[in-house]
């Protein structure tokens, strides 16, 4: 657990740091032209958000419910803004590849038995993410479903 710890600490701490490298990229991936014109201060305010609840879905002894509130509310926000469904779960998965990408310029995993804990903080990652996607996924689904219920028939 002291890896992972060691992985939380770095992205609440530097999360601006973090936030300002992945909108960087998210502004010149091909896969996010959304993100292009859009100014880095309504961009980074997003990223340090998740960042900074980081924590919080990463030691929640129920990863679900922490992750269902956070991402449908993430989702609602991306999807208000006219982000497209794909580009927002990818913005996302850039987002923890720049904490991987931080992390490991950072080198806080410096000895062998670090790097063997820092699998465990691999796979807590992966699986907040994996639920990330789910939860990002079904709110747009389910906005969608409301706004075509809710057009006006033509």
Sequence with gaps: MVASMKLI????????????????????????????????EKLIPQAVKFYRNFRRIFTEPKPVEASDGFFS??????????????EAVYSLILMRR???????????FTTSLEKHQAVESITRTILMFDYAVYFITKKYRELMKLEWFEAPNT
Excluded at 79 to 86: A, D, I, K, S, T
């Design 73 to 86: 509310r993430y989702a609602e926000a991306r999807y208000r803004e006219g982000v497209p469904l794909h």
């Design 9 to 40: 600490d770095l992205v609440e701490n530097h999360a601006e740091e973090i936030a300002a490298q992945w909108v960087r990229n998210v502004k010149k991936n091909s896969l996010t032209p959304y993100y292009h014109d859009k100014p880095e």
């Design 98 to 108: 720049q904490i991987w990408l931080y992390a490991e310029f950072q080198a806080i």
